[in-house]
């Protein structure tokens, strides 16, 4: 069976990698709507994952897979818990942004 | 040009412009849209890797339940309107330079880590159908069989927690 | 079956002061006071045994227990030595110990704490056990430190009284000063001999390859400080006198009979360190010949009981040392032995007219107790006897060797040591005669009161009095048992017997006159003339001086407390601020610097993130980033 990275090369899975990160880094830092703070989390798990599968058909192993898929579980978990607690916030003070939340203030 | 290349171009500017869009669409409801275009996009890669396991998972977590709770949490607040106010301007200056940065360091790191470019290893062997790794991942012996159950707990405690944050509160009245 | 016998000869105290501390409420006073002096009289049993053994092999005992510190080539095993000097202290230690234990069971009952005090003697028997058993310098000092503390427990125990609490700060803060001596002197023991094992240092010693001479002579002196301080000479003696703030029981067992005289056992012990230290041994000798004539002019004019004897302590240690400077070891220990049974006697007697009289210890309030306390008071004559030199009891033997020692080195401090003992034989008479003799001074309520004591009180009084008369008989001129038996401990050494010469009759005459004349002048002054001496105002010109004792403690005070006090003032008001400002600008600073930090915290998550973000950056960079 052919490798695909023989067609496509290691280089550009790291430059997408990267780049896709690099992206959800930037809405983190930009928006302050919280909701669209978690979708950029999860465009930068999603760029690590990418990377994962890349280098996992690279060294022809299966644990990188594996461990994606341990990613994605925490992941889901995480989402669950993140929602869950913003719709809480969310009740509580009428509002997801994330300029709002200042009661960290010491 | 192989056509693997092409689809794998064609990939590429499908995942990062959608998830470029999902970060700067004013609307959350687009924002999410472009999310699931981006999520499929890169099930698509993970189907050229030949990883039909990974790229199946991902569909179900990410596309199916992570983006119909995104959406229904939307839609619970109802934030559709376009309301949003910009950070100020030294923020967005800040969040650029530091993306920048990041952007340059990763790279720097990868490229100087020098992976072997051009010929790539074929083993031949199956290593990623369903079958081995699901050998792989519940493997008693050298396998991740104690680390699958205790995602098991992961998720149990998540679900659980999620069902307490979200509940309304009683004791008030 | 050396080893258990030696840990059961030091445990039982111990295991006696234990139960006594902790139980001591539970066991009632009766049962403490006899498991106190039961676990004394097992290791006065097992002292004996140990005794009757080494007269009949003539071979030391040497127990090691474990290794205990071993620096490179340094090493000190924790150990006991059982040699001839040792077990003959044990078997007094722990003999008059055992009798000290069961008169206080009497004399203590009526005191609340009477557990506690037999855990403070238990405990005090078991350091000086160790303090005499202990095969090198440092286990002694354990011991050293331990009867320091118990002495000052001890002296403070009616710990209400705060002049008692004073007295006992006194002995415990003037004893740190020799003790300070002691340990340099360790010190320099360890750093020359490389060894402080007193069976290796003596190897070495009598080998006569060590000649390191102004190493030797300074430790001789740390040394010698030490045994000062806790044998009371000058200038270290002030806190003796006080300590008799105690119990009685405790002035018998400690301040005359067994701590005190450990400087002297020290001394004996490293005495080949002393012989090559001609200079030191000079001190020694002139010092101790000084405070015993200082002290016995000082009690001349005390009316308290207790202080007279405390002083005579004071100058029959006096003597012993004139005996250790004179190189005489054997004979000080002569006469610390014999000195220890009618010292211990006499304090005892004290004690128990102190009891009868309900806590008087003025001798103006006393008299006439002849009568009334008979069997006390012929005791206490016996002792006043033995200590006044009298033929043929105990002291006359040993201060009569004394002093022959020192007419034979040097006249003039034998014509002090005869003239102490001469105000000695007056000041015990005088006591006596002011005791026992005459009319009855003291209150009528008193006075009805008057009693003999119990047997557990007059039964040690009668075997101590007894032993003071024939103890002498140890080490008679010409033919001495305890020089036979100390041979095996100087082995350099000639025996030194005075051959009974003609200068030796007339030495002893002079001696039996001059005590002779003493108790005379006392009986002429307090007997026949019926004096008694005024309120402490009525004193003057030389009695004035002697009774407020050659004013040394003021003049202590002037010259070491109070520039103390003063300069501890100046660096608390000054030197402290300083110190205080400085201390505290640390936290000032720290203070100011997390109040500025806290400005960082700004709750806005954006900014948090954003630092986030950055740090990441910061720490791949330094982790993967070569530069």
Redesign the interface.
Known sequence: ????????????Y???S????????????????A??V???I??ML?AV??LF??F????????G??F???S??????????G??????V??NIGS????N?????? | MSTVLIIFYVLSAVTLSTAFMTIFSRNPIHSAIYLVICFFSIAGHYLLFNAQFLALVHIIVYSGAIMILLLFTLMLMNLNKEDEVHKPRLTRLGAVFSVLATCGILLSIFLRSKPIMGDYDTTGEDYQSIKVLGKVLLDQDNGFMIPFEFVSVLLLVAMIGAVLLSKKENSAK | MDTTLALVLILAPLFGFLLNIFFGKQLGKTLSGAIGTFTVIVSFAVTLYFFLNITETNQAIQVKLFDWIAISDFKVDFGFLLDHLSLLWLMFVTGIGALIHLYSISYMHDDENMHKFFAYLNLFVFFMISLVIGSNLLIMFIGWEGVGLCSYLLIGFWYKNQDFNDAAKKAFIMNRIGDLGLLVGIFIVGFVFKTIDFAELKTIVLAGTMNNEMWITIAAIALFIGAAGKSAQIPLYTWLPDAMAGPTPVSALIHAATMVTAGIFMITRLYFLFDLAPLVQDAIAIIGAITSLVAATIALVQTDIKKVLAYSTVSQLGLMFLALGMGAYEIAVFHVITHAFFKACLFLGSGSVIHALHNEQDMRKMGGLRKAMPITFITMLLSSLAISGIFPLAGFWSKDEILMTAFHGNPVLWVIGSLASIFTAFYMFRLMFLTFFNDFRGTEEQKKHLHESPALITFPLIVLAILATVGGLISLPGNSWLNHYLAPFFPNKEHIAHALGQTEYILMAIATVGALVGIGVAYAKYMKQNQVPGADATFTGISKVLYNKYYVDEIYDAIFVKPINALSNFFRDFVEVGLSAFVFGFGKVANELSFQGKKLQTGSIGFYLFIFVIGFCAIISYLFIEL
Do not use: P, W
């Not at chain 1, 996992?56 to 644990?63: E, F, G, L, P």
């Not at chain 1, 994605?72 to 818990?81: D, G, K, R, S, T």
């Not at chain 1, 939340?101 to 010491?106: D, I, R, S």
């Open positions: 069976m052919d490798n695909v990275l023989n067609h496509i090369g290691i280089e550009n790291i430059f997408l990267v780049i896709l990160f690099c992206i959800g880094v930037f809405g983190v830092l930009y928006r302050r709507n909701i669209i978690f979708m950029s999860e465009i999603n994952n990418l599968v890349a996992s058909t690279y060294h022809q192993d299966a644990n897979q594996v994606v898929f341990f994605m579980a925490v992941a889901a978990a995480e989402v669950a818990v929602l869950a607690i913003l719709v809480a969310f009740r997801i942004d994330v300029a939340l200042k009661n960290l203030k010491g």
